[in-house]
């Protein structure tokens, strides 16, 4: 029987916390002081936006100083948590749940409630969500399409700034109204044209819609596809679909809101199959 592979939050990362803590703790402290400093900061504003600073401040100490509840050993046969010492065979887990705004993907239990999770901020996270699918071996319907889903503000919002832009400029003639719709309605339109927008594995290959463009990469250009993070910029990552081709030219492809999961089983199943009728 093989040791279990133990995966602990990066260094870097609990530094990161314990910085980022006590910064927080001491603007917790600067806001919920505010009024006694100068009366004219309301309490109302105060204590709400201190307690919020508190709120970040406790979490990210709790991550700097216990990154071991945030620890979780992989084995051949289940999930262990050594923080607690919850155990699980992976026949009594049911699935993965990806939790981008926590950073994080959960595994659930057959009830789909959540055993345990992999934060973005593991070392070897890929390596320990590879292991994790390998233990749980999901089954995915036979899907060739997936297209982006739109979030619930995706559209209304920037329509409801260009509306109230134009409003701006139409009643005071105010031109900042004008450029405020401008830029909203750029913006739009450069997402349209350069976003992924779909996703369809054909016979040939795999069709990436990017805009009103349509490319078709053939199964034998593909060399692997897997699941990784994306780094977004100031500390922010995202799951990711990578398609790796023959030249060593790698890139995501995976359209927004789609199940990451489904995606890259779906394209490894089909990549299998052409391989093996080459």
Known sequence: MAEPLEFHLERSWTRLSKWTGYATLLLAAFLSAGPLVGPDIPWWFALPTGGLALAVAILCLRLAYQPG????????EGVRIPSDGRWAPWSQLGGLSERPLLHRVDILDRNGARFASLEYQLADFSIALERTIAGLQLQFPSQVLFRRRFAAIGIPLPAAIVVFGCW????SGNVSGLLLATLMIGVFCYGALTEIWSVELVREGV?????PRNEVVSWLEIADIDLSLRDLGRGSQQLEVFLTRNSGRREGIR???CDPFHLASRIAQEL????AAV
């Open 272 to 275: 299998a199959l052409a391989r």
């Open 207 to 211: 069709r990436i819609r990017r805009g």
């Open 168 to 171: 701006v400029w139409a009643s």
């Open 69 to 76: 509840v945030y620890s979780i050993q992989l084995a051949d």
């Open 255 to 257: 359209p927004f809101g």
